[in-house]
Each structure stands twice: as C-alpha cells, then as structure tokens.
Antibody, heavy 120, light 108 residues
Framework: QITLKESGPTLVKPTQTLTLTCNFSGFSLTTVGVGVAWIRQPPGKALEWLALVYWNDDKRYSPFLKSRLTITKDTSNNQVVLTMTNMDPVDTATYYC????????????WGQGALVTVSS | SYELTQPPSVSVAPGQTARITCGGNNIGRQSVNWYQQKPGQAPVLVVYADSDRPSGIPERFSGSNSGNMATLIISGVEAGDEADYSCQVWDSNSDNYVFGPGTTVTVL
C-alpha cells in the first residue's frame, strides 16, 4: 500500500524559505521510472504542479517557479524535500506530494496535504 | 503555455449521467487524467490515459478524448459523487504538468 505524508511549517513569513518534507512508503524511489512530485492548491483555486524528482535523480520544475524551487530525494529514508525561496502571501496553499508511477504521466497517489500560510 | 478549460459547475439529478468537459488545443493528442477531490481531502485519480480506471474506481466513471475536448462521464450519479473534478495533462512543449481549473459537480 502506497502512502505519502507531508510535513513542515504551517506558517512562514514573507521572504522566508519554505522547506517541506514528504515521507513515503509502499514503493521505492530507486525503481526505474518512478517519481515523486509536489503540487499545491491555493484556497478555492486550481491545482498547480511545482516539481518532480525521478528515480535517477533527474529533476523537473514548473517553468513559472523554477528559480525559487529545489527538490531533492533521500532514498535511504524514503523522503523527498521541497524548498521554495522568497515566500509571498500568494504562496499560501495546501502543498501535496504525490506518487508518479513508472513511465506514466499521472499522479496515482497523493498525500493528505499540508496547509502553509504566508503572513507576517 | 498550454491551458485547459473546464465549466465551473455541473448539476445532475441522482441516477442521471454527468458529463464534465476539459478543453484544450488538440487535447485529443494528449493523455488526459481526471481527479476527484472532496472538500478537505486530497485529490483521487479516477480516470487515466483518457478512459482507463484505477483499481477500486467504480465502472460508473469513464472518459473520452477527441479533437479539442476530453470528457469525464459519471453514469448513475450518486450523492457521494459530489466533488470537484480536475483534468490534467503533461505538456511536452514546456515539460509541465498542467491542471484544469476544476468543475464542481452538484447532485440535486
């Protein structure tokens, strides 16, 4: 059974850096083709893909936020970490991590999400 | 960048068929995925690759995709199907996973 769970601060101040951790189980990030993504959703708004790291450590970022994002993986601890710099109130959202099955273009399983509020 | 359009809301009576559209330029050439999201919950994949269902998803959920429109079809709608539904594709031109704005399905 695949599970993912996000953790991190619930409140960050403008200009600070956000660090979120995704702990997962039920699959290995060393399996060929597998990936873990970060996706966010501002309150009442649409889902927005942020970043994805593949089993081979290849990384992809949203072209709109690329300069602010870094995604890394720790396969020994089954974790994926996302950092986002220079946080702004418009970045207030629920942040999800999600499992991308081998060689697919979809997100098969999602974590419960973590609400992050950006406010001074 | 590639954009997807969806109607904000769809209303349907119990037992009837709901059709939720997702528009995009030549979307018929893309592989479209659909997610169901109930209030306060994470999205759940209900249809992938235009018309396939993950295990555990009822046969009432199906999909089609052609031309500039993809459609999620929910047959025999139940009260528990009330949720937001979002379509998603991968845009190879920008190497970007794109989501639609979402459609709220209300069961009358």
């Amino acid at each position: 059974q695949i599970t993912l769970k996000e953790s991190g601060p619930t409140l960050v101040k403008p200009t600070q850096t956000l660090t979120l951790t995704c702990n997962f189980s039920g699959f290995s990030l060393t399996t060929v083709g597998v990936g873990v993504a970060w996706i966010r959703q501002p309150p009442g708004k649409a889902l927005e893909w942020l970043a994805l790291v593949y089993w081979n450590d290849d990384k992809r970022y949203s072209p709109f936020l690329k300069s602010r994002l870094t995604i890394t993986k720790d396969t020994s601890n089954n974790q994926v970490v996302l950092t986002m710099t220079n946080m702004d109130p418009v970045d207030t959202a629920t942040y999800y991590c999600a499992y991308r099955a081998s060689r697919s273009l979809r997100f098969d399983k999602w974590g419960q999400g973590a609400l992050v509020t950006v406010s001074s | 960048s590639y954009e997807l359009t969806q109607p904000p809301s769809v209303s349907v009576a119990p037992g009837q068929t709901a059709r939720i559209t997702c528009g995009g330029n030549n979307i018929g050439r893309q592989s479209v995925n659909w997610y169901q999201q109930k209030p306060g919950q994470a999205p759940v994949l209900v249809v992938y690759a235009d018309s396939d269902r993950p295990s555990g998803i009822p046969e009432r959920f199906s999909g089609s995709n052609s031309g500039n429109m993809a459609t999620l079809i929910i047959s025999g709608v139940e009260a528990g199907d009330e949720a937001d539904y979002s379509c998603q594709v991968w845009d190879s031109n920008s190497d970007n996973y794109v989501f639609g704005p979402g459609t709220t399905v209300t069961v009358l």
